[in-house]
């Protein structure tokens, strides 16, 4: 177990470097006709990782806590970024990763949804750079049968901004810059959903596909899952997010890449058939 974590601990580090890899090697020196400076100063900021990058390898080098997810599931993600990045990406829960994911999307947006008031105000002292909001989900775990059901009603099915969907699980009181975004990646790693009466994914899960079938231009989203292991995010994935636009799994990470629905209303809920990656 400690050489796993020494294993993780290190991909983490190596990843957040050579994602920026070619921030920290873009053309920086001065021109032929200038002659370098041989003093501190200005120039010695040139090259320079960024700030929140820095932390987050301080942070990863010197702490024992590891991520939530293991090294072959993280980068599943990391490798979509390394591609999309800088991007919108929205994540479901506030964790020990957060500061990776952050790190990941230099340059673009990322914000965190979180259930729990207090250890976003934890995180908030100790990473004021991040982006968080605090969400209250109004269904549990023991509610996902009926839920199901409901969902495979026509007002679920039917794409609709999720504010003014009729359907029992649009998650509709999320802070209003969630729904104002369009967003590119999106993970659901939260709420708790590990025991009956815990707040359930399958809102999360719903409204994720829902928010990329409600975007303009032409635009796919990529949606992850974590924890599909459980019969909530295994069954609620492959129902709303559809077998057909899975991409990947890798342990107990799902990669779905839902097109939009929006400009195309006649677009079956699933496809029939496996779309081509």
């Given amino acids: 177990m400690r050489v796993r974590a020494l294993n993780l601990k290190l991909l983490l580090i190596i990843v957040t470097i050579s994602s920026l890899l070619l921030f920290i090697l873009k053309p920086t020196l001065p021109s032929s006709s200038t002659s ?142 969630v729904y104002g975004v369009e967003w590119d990646v999106i993970m659901v790693d939260a709420p708790t959903g590990y025991y009956d009466e815990a707040p359930g994914r399958m809102s999360a899960i719903y409204t994720a596909g829902m928010m990329a079938r409600n975007r303009g231009g032409g635009a796919e989203t990529h949606v992850f899952v974590h924890d599909v292991n459980r019969e909530v995010e295994d069954q609620f994935s492959r129902e709303f997010l559809c077998e057909g636009y899975m991409r990947k799994q890798q342990g107990r990470l799902r990669h779905f890449l839902v097109p939009t629905h929006r400009d195309h209303p006649n677009t079956p809920f699933c496809p029939l058939v496996r779309t081509a990656a």
Avoid at 135 to 146: N, T
Wanted: aromatic share 8%.
């Fill in 36 to 177: 370098p400076s041989r003093k501190g100063g200005a120039g010695c900021s040139q090259g320079k990782l960024p700030t929140s990058v820095a932390e987050a390898l301080v942070h990863y080098t010197t702490s024992s806590i590891t991520p939530q997810q293991t090294l072959k599931e993280i980068s599943v993600t990391a490798r979509v970024l390394d591609r999309a990045s800088p991007c919108n990406f929205l994540v479901f829960g506030l964790g020990h990763d957060s500061l990776m994911w952050h790190s990941l999307n230099h340059g673009g947006r990322t914000v965190f949804l979180e259930e729990d008031a207090a250890w976003i105000e934890q995180i908030r002292r100790r990473f004021p750079m991040l982006e968080s909001y605090h969400v209250a989900y109004g269904s549990r775990v023991s509610e996902a049968r009926g839920l199901m059901e409901a969902g495979r009603g026509r007002e679920c099915t039917a794409v609709a901004d999720p504010r003014y969907s009729m359907c029992q699980l649009a998650l509709k009181g999320l802070p209003s810059i």
